[in-house]
T-cell receptor
């Protein structure tokens, strides 16, 4: 069924609270990503995971951490959320040998508001 | 510094009209370029990918071109429909594998009116 599922879709948290965003995929993709999308900016890569317990920082990892204990599941964790982490977060997945013909599959996004 | 610039930032057309979206980039190397469609409140969905110098692709009413010398791509939408209302995002990959980085444009917001 080629799908990337994100939970929750919407979340409001107070500054300083912890946030857990979860992502699952049913395509056995090795590689998974977390991006954030802010108005007027292109998607920014937070973390990339090449497989279970093989995670690398993206361009804006500060304030975030990730966990990948199963190939089909990738979590984004915000310890002590800040107001500037208000954003829409997208999870994506692809095959590791992602030649130009293999695209990213995106989830529908998790909209986080930190007050 | 933004390495992928899209224009226009937004565009309003009447249903049935054609439109052209532009993407200029400075990413090096430029392995491939992909256009995505993002409906409001949804994720990105791939429309087409361009790989080679002077590539042209067609996917129904969507067609795209790539000029690697000029580092420029266009997305043409013919006979627009109301469902074409969305943000169109240009993405340039610097390698062909997941080890490479993807560089995202901020998107062109297309609104199709009756």
């Amino acid at each position: 069924d080629m799908k990337v599922t994100q939970m929750p879709r919407y979340l409001i948290k107070r500054m300083g609270e912890n946030v857990l965003l979860e992502c699952g995929q049913d395509m056995s993709h090795e590689t998974m990503y977390w991006y954030r999308q802010d108005p007027g900016l292109g998607l920014q890569l937070i973390y990339i995971s090449y497989d279970v317990d093989s995670n690398s920082e993206g361009d804006i990892p500060k304030g975030y951490r990730v966990s990948r204990k199963k190939r089909e599941h990738f979590s984004l964790i915000l310890d002590s959320a800040k107001t500037n982490q208000t954003s829409v977060y997208f999870c994506a997945s692809s095959f590791r040998d992602r030649d130009s013909g293999n695209t990213l599959y995106f989830g529908e996004g998790s909209r986080l508001i930190v007050v | 510094k933004t390495q992928v610039e899209q224009s226009p930032q937004s565009l309003v057309v009447r249903q049935g009209e054609n439109c052209v979206l532009q993407c200029n980039y400075s990413v090096t190397p430029d392995n491939h370029l992909r256009w995505f469609k993002q409906d409001t409140g949804k994720g990105l969905v791939s429309l087409t990918v361009l790989v080679h110098e002077n590539d042209k692709t067609s996917n129904g009413r969507y067609s795209a071109t790539l000029d690697k010398d000029a580092k420029h791509s266009t997305l043409h939408i013919t006979a627009t429909l109301l469902d074409d209302t969305a943000t169109y995002i240009c993405v340039v990959g610097d390698r062909g594998s997941a080890l490479g980085r993807l560089h995202f444009g901020a998107g062109t917001q297309l609104i199709v009116i009756p």
